[in-house]
């Protein structure tokens, strides 16, 4: 799937080889709420093949793909007619031909068609099945198979259609230099509300912009900000709200956490995002039994080789009031916050009643009972503390109970998570129910620099103390960890590691991303500058939109990043990742309700100069500049936000 261009605009999505025709091949397709409405789409022209020349994507939605044909008319070795085929998500491809020919041209153009009206998850597994029967229906060609219905419409209809071939035929005249276009409309019964432009939560891509002495950081963020857009989906239960999918092609539905992640680094550019994605995960929280009442629910997702998996609707629950808590930093006005002040609430709640006799988040599910890992008790504890501050602001009770929480979290963690050595010692991934130490180092330790915005500018306290973020700080910028091109899911040095694991090596683009904003804060900026330098690297390759993961394979002086196969691209949380690595090169720490925001720089400007518009503030255009020497400065922001902490 790395090579394939890939349009989407859920609940579209239109997944074709880089020469444009669709064979059925693969995943290749036009699909709709999962469904493939058209999986062959193959073009001849005078009964010969177009020869591709380029095929590319030109936005998140829409792709290019150019031809030239060869034809009896042609006078010398210069093709005389070319083919231009746009196709989008959203189920349109226009086919346009074009002639240099300084004589008129007449030749029959083909365009062959066929699906299976399977679902992407049978596709994807090798169980699409056969190509069903077409039947001819005004004009273009239909299919139906178990209550499902697809069209395909042409304009102008075409002088034949064929049933049994699948097969719409047009006898083309060119006058010279002339042009003649096709246009395809693909529908099925099922109505397609997509997002629109409009209604999106989050700027236009030509509105957030970055510029600077590193020409790709345009294009990063312009790529991340389109492909989030792109990523969008409805909530059924109230369509007003959206919120971003995990990715495509694999993963199209709803993702808690990385929702929840997605709409955390995107807050820089608007909180309201944020907002539906709380509004819509607040709707799906428990209501008992009392020891689950106010889980948010998801998915287990595998943790590795050595790590039980992981509850996705834990890490939700968890970051729900982290997320409320920083737009409301942000600027998501105060009736909003009261809206979802009560479900922050009942997420606390469940934490409560779910803290182990020693204050630990234990893991859940079968055959990991009293196991407790490092990760989740960042997570925890980042809960805590930042849902401490907001009950307290709000005149919520609870706040110093929290706190103390929190304290006693830290206390215990510094000394049962931290495993000495020769080397300086390094945090231990997990303890096992017996207390045994999982000595394992892996980019999830990013997430204990992760800590969180509080007001005033001020960041949250993390659970390593100074000495231990030193040298997590050192291990992480070590070549164990930083392959090069980001930082890798388990250290080279580590038994099972495996560049091609999920989480057992593979780059993924989000925990680098977690590790260059949480060793700026601390003040790491040569770790994190070098994490930075080496994702931006690889988003170049390719082509500015970052794929949820890659090869943890080392960085060669003539190597390139090496796509994983499995993994989504675009992804709501790698596009997401874009965003905040940029952002985090200005260390905005805004304070909305107190009427203020402070900027923390990365002093060594690892990018030199560097200048970001389009940002939001409290609800208004933000842009900052950072200069070559790390000075930053607000150019635009709200007249009543004052700078400083």
Request: proline share 9%; hydrophobic share 45%; aromatic share 4%.
């Amino acid at each position: 799937m790395h090579a394939a261009v890939i349009c989407v605009a859920l609940p579209g999505l239109a997944v074709s080889p880089e020469h444009g025709q669709l064979t059925g091949r693969g995943l290749e397709g036009f699909y709709q709420h999962g469904r493939r409405l058209l999986s062959r789409c193959q073009l001849r022209v005078a009964g010969r093949e177009p020869i591709a020349v380029q095929g590319r994507s030109i936005s998140a939605d829409r792709a290019r793909f150019l031809a030239v044909v060869r034809t009896a008319a042609d006078t010398g070795p210069d093709p005389e007619v070319t083919v231009e085929r746009l196709r989008q998500a959203d189920g349109a491809e226009r086919i346009t031909l074009r002639s240099s020919s300084a004589r008129p041209l007449r030749f029959p153009v083909e365009i062959a068609l066929g699906t299976d009206l399977a679902e992407l998850g049978a596709v994807a597994a090798g169980r699409a099945g056969p190509e069903l029967p077409a039947s001819v229906h005004d004009s273009g060609m239909r299919w139906t198979a178990g209550g499902v219905r697809s069209t395909v419409s042409a304009q102008p209809p075409p002088t034949d259609a064929l049933a049994s071939a699948g097969v719409l035929r047009w006898i083309m005249e060119l006058p010279p230099g002339g042009s003649y276009t096709i246009q395809l409309t693909i529908r099925t019964d099922r109505p397609v509300r997509p997002p629109g432009r409009t209604a999106s939560p989050l700027p236009s891509p030509q509105d957030a912009r970055a510029e600077g002495d590193d020409q790709r950081v345009g294009p990063l963020l312009h790529r991340s900000v389109d492909d989030l857009r792109a990523l969008l989906i409805r909530d059924p239960a109230r369509p007003a709200d959206l919120y971003a999918a995990a990715g495509v092609p694999w993963r199209c539905g709803a993702a808690p956490a990385e929702a929840l992640w997605a709409a955390r680094m995107a807050l820089p550019l608007s909180t309201r995002l944020a907002a539906a994605t709380l509004r819509t995960l607040a709707r799906t929280q428990l209501a008992g039994p009392e020891r689950e009442l106010g889980l948010i629910p998801g998915p287990y997702r595998d943790a590795g080789p050595y790590l039980p998996p992981g509850c996705t609707g834990v890490e939700a629950t968890l970051a729900f009031p982290v997320v409320l808590a920083e737009a409301r930093r942000w600027g998501l006005p105060e009736p909003e916050v009261a809206e979802l002040l009560p479900a922050a609430e009942r997420c606390l709640h469940w934490l409560a009643a779910a803290l182990g006799e020693g204050g630990y988040l234990a893991e859940t599910g079968p055959g990991v009972a009293g196991f407790v890992r490092a990760e989740t008790q960042a997570h925890a504890h980042r809960a805590a503390v930042l849902g401490a501050e907001l009950l307290r602001e709000c005149g919520r009770p609870g706040a110093d109970e929290w706190l103390a929480r929190a304290g006693a979290l830290r206390g215990r963690f510094r000394t049962e998570f931290w495993l000495d050595d020769l080397s300086g010692g390094r945090p231990v991934a997990a303890r096992t129910a017996e207390g045994r130490p999982v000595p394992l180092l892996g980019a999830g330790a990013a997430h204990l620099l992760d800590t969180g915005l509080l007001g005033g500018g001020r960041l949250a306290p993390g659970l390593l103390d100074k000495v231990q973020t030193e040298q997590l700080a050192r291990l992480l910028g070590s070549p164990a960890m930083d392959s090069g091109w980001g930082l890798r899911g388990l250290s080279a040095k580590e038994p099972g590691y495996n560049p091609f694991g999920h989480r057992a090596g593979a780059v993924r683009v989000h925990e680098s991303a977690i590790a260059v904003a949480g060793l700026a804060a601390a003040g790491y900026e040569k770790e994190a500058g070098a994490l930075l330098r080496g994702v931006l690297d690889a988003a170049e390759a390719f082509g500015h939109r970052l794929p949820e993961m890659y090869a943890g394979e080392q960085r060669t002086a003539d190597s390139a990043p090496v796509p994983h196969p499995a993994a989504c691209r675009p992804a709501a949380v790698a596009a997401a990742s874009g965003i905040h690595l940029l952002t985090a090169l200005a260390g905005i720490r805004p304070d909305a309700p107190a009427g203020s925001v402070a900027l923390a720089p990365v002093r060594s400007a690892p990018l030199g100069a560097i200048r970001l518009a389009g940002l939001n503030v409290a609800g208004e255009p933000f842009t900052v500049r950072i200069s070559r020497l790390g000075v930053g400065m607000v150019e635009q922001a709200a007249a009543w936000l004052q700078l400083g902490g």
